[in-house]
């Protein structure tokens, strides 16, 4: 099964325009459907990003099997290696990416976390709602234009997947000038300069039938490695990292570096006003661009990754060394040691109180939805539900009720939790049984415990989401993945006497101005933290047609806690067509394996 791509929509005006005006490389609003005219096939696109250059086609094969880890351990890889190939591009050139499976009788689809998809909402890779899922020895083609720049990463949608190892970089460079905080550093070496942070498990969490929910991971990996990544800089100068959380269980991750300060610049791919502290704390999925200077005395020094939440207790290390410094010492000397941290205050920042670099537009009407997060005692029977695909964490798996029998309680929004749909509810809504749909703010029409949550949003109507972590049952925080948008992250708050909240209580803070919003310049995200017994108040104006999902990614390995934001869109036929169908989920052939 092979896709074809016919047609691409890509940005207009981009590659012929010969004036040298900088707003000329900005990205325009509209989409214009036409044939990619990008010659070069060039495999390496890791390049400096010029100006007055076509952008190019970025070629990549990647094959998902499982193998050995250096130490030994199974782990599902990208061509042999996890983390997989990084993919460095530029801005507005086409990434095309050949996913071929070879996991035997598993599925998998390939997620580009913070690629916004503009024109190509098929290639989101969420399975059953943007495209069908890839089965085993099949292959399907993304392709999909570098349509902002900034520090992306790319995993398997599925959390079980990605635990394993299917996860990478992936970068989208601009021209140097156009960087708005360009003055603020020397060098911006992403392929050298990135820190991917992943998690190991004890064992494979593909290959286990039974509850995951127990398996805790037993190591943090910096690029693969618990402690060998080199950061090498030369004194004086200073330096761009870019900082990814690519673990898919809810943990946040303090980064610090032995004597330095960290000034952030980006989060999630996009500019914020620069905010200079000794740590940062970064959610799953998230993504940060720090500042560091060599302006310390020549040497080694230890970066910290120390695992917080369900990596309490794990820590990883990389080291930040000056040229010509022998660093054989630093490996003999107890690493730990954090003797001459020279800072002795720390200050952590998380992103979601930055300021973005621009002010955002004021509107004057929203509309505004309530999601109530909270665990729930579930009530399943055998019969409840027809599971042929079940969930992103549970790839092509039976549905075992047994296990949700022993859990004690489950997460849920708006008391429910997500249902996959028995068809592409992008590609062929009509297909999808309506019994199975419930909308946003109507869930109580569907008895079922689980439904295909839909959330319609106009064109051009400001959305606003309250996502309300009640904790009436539970003492967790956790991390939501918006696809295919940015979000204005305009309040995170929570409640100064740490009780459960509820939508009743939340109405009265609003009315009584208790809940303040940063609607000046709120960061934008697509990634962020829901506190407990807090809230966190999104907005964005739906402008890309297309299913785009709002997920927690570190909620539960059992069932999805999600929803789909559905913006108004038709595909064309011919893209359509080109589109492989579904095959058919057999879970019997599973048990037999
Ligand atoms: C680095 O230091 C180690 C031990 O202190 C020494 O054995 C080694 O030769 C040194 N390497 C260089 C390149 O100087
Ligand atoms: C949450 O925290 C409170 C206060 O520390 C504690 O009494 C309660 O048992 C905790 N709840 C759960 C589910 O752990």
């Not at 234009?145 to 299917?166: E, I, K, M, N, R």
């Not at 302006?295 to 990754?305: K, M």
């Not at 303040?516 to 739906?542: I, Q």
Request: aromatic letters at 8%; glycine letters at 6%.
């Amino acid at each position: 099964m092979r896709l074809l791509i016919l047609s691409l929509f890509i940005i207009a005006n981009v590659s012929n325009n010969s004036k040298a005006s900088l707003e000329s490389f900005l990205p325009s609003n509209d989409n214009i459907f036409l044939t990619d005219t990008t010659k070069s096939s060039d495999k390496s696109c890791n390049r400096p990003c010029k100006f007055n250059v076509k952008p190019r086609r970025c070629h990549y094969d990647f094959e998902i099997s499982p193998a050995f880890g250096e130490d030994e351990r199974p782990a599902l890889t990208v061509n042999g290696q996890t983390p997989g190939p990084s993919i460095h591009v530029c801005l507005h050139d086409i990434i095309v990416v050949k996913v071929k499976n070879k996991i035997p009788s598993q599925d998998i689809t390939m997620h580009w976390h913070g690629i916004e998809q503009k024109g190509t909402p098929y290639m989101d890779g969420v399975p059953m709602i943007t495209q069908c899922p890839i089965s085993y020895g099949s292959v399907y083609e993304y392709a999909f234009a570098a349509s902002a720049p900034g520090t992306f990463f790319y995993h398997s949608d599925s959390v079980l997947h990605q635990s394993d190892g299917v996860y990478g970089a992936l970068i989208v460079e601009q021209p140097q000038p156009l960087e708005p905080h360009a003055a603020l550093y020397d060098y911006d070496r992403s392929d050298e300069h990135t820190l991917l942070i992943g998690a190991r498990f004890p064992e494979l969490l593909t290959a286990k039938l039974e509850d995951t929910n127990q398996i805790r991971p037993d190591g943090i990996l910096i690029n693969g490695h618990e402690v060998s990544t080199k950061i090498f800089v030369i004194p004086g100068y200073g330096y761009r990292l870019r900082l990814v959380n690519a673990i898919a269980l809810e943990c946040p991750l303090v980064i610090h570096v032995y004597r330095h300060v960290m000034t952030v610049i980006a989060t999630d791919g996009k500019s914020v006003q620069p905010a200079t502290a000794t740590a940062v704390k970064l959610y799953p999925g998230e993504r940060m661009d720090v500042v560091i200077r060599a302006d310390q005395q020549t040497g080694g020094y230890w970066i910290d990754v120390t695992g917080e939440g369900d990596c309490e207790g794990l820590k990883a290390q990389a080291m930040l060394l000056y040229s010509g410094f022998n660093y054989t010492s630093m490996l003999t000397e107890e690493p730990n040691a954090d003797t001459d941290s020279g800072l002795e205050t720390r200050d952590t920042i998380s992103s979601q109180h930055l300021q973005s670099h621009r002010d955002v537009p004021s509107v004057s009407s929203v509309k505004s939805i309530y999601l109530g997060i909270d665990k729930t005692y579930p009530k399943f029977k055998d019969s409840d539900i027809d599971f042929r695909y079940i969930s992103d964490a549970v790839p092509k798996k039976p549905f075992i009720p047994a296990v949700l029998s022993s859990l004690d309680n489950v997460l849920q929004i708006n008391g429910k939790n997500f249902l996959y749909p028995n068809a592409p509810y992008l590609l062929k809504p009509r297909d999808v049984r309506p019994d199975t749909v419930c909308l946003v703010g109507e869930e109580k029409s569907n008895k079922q415990p689980q439904c295909l949550m839909v959330l319609n949003a106009k064109l051009n109507e400001v959305v606003e989401l309250v996502l309300a972590n009640e904790g009436l049952r539970h003492n967790d925080s956790y991390t939501f993945h918006m696809h295919g948008y940015g979000l204005q992250v305009v309040t995170t708050w929570r409640s100064p006497d740490n009780k459960p909240i509820n939508r009743a209580e939340v109405q009265r803070l609003e009315r009584d101005g208790k809940i303040t919003r940063n609607l000046k310049n709120p960061p934008v995200k697509d990634t962020f933290m829901v506190p407990n017994k807090g809230l966190t108040v999104v907005r964005f104006t739906p402008t890309v047609g297309g299913s785009w999902l709002l997920e927690c990614r570190s909620c539960s390995f059992s069932l999805p806690v999600a929803i789909i934001i559905s913006v108004p869109l038709s595909i064309p036929k011919l893209v359509l067509d080109s589109l492989p169908s579904c095959g058919n989920y057999r879970p019997a052939d599973v048990l037999l394996n």
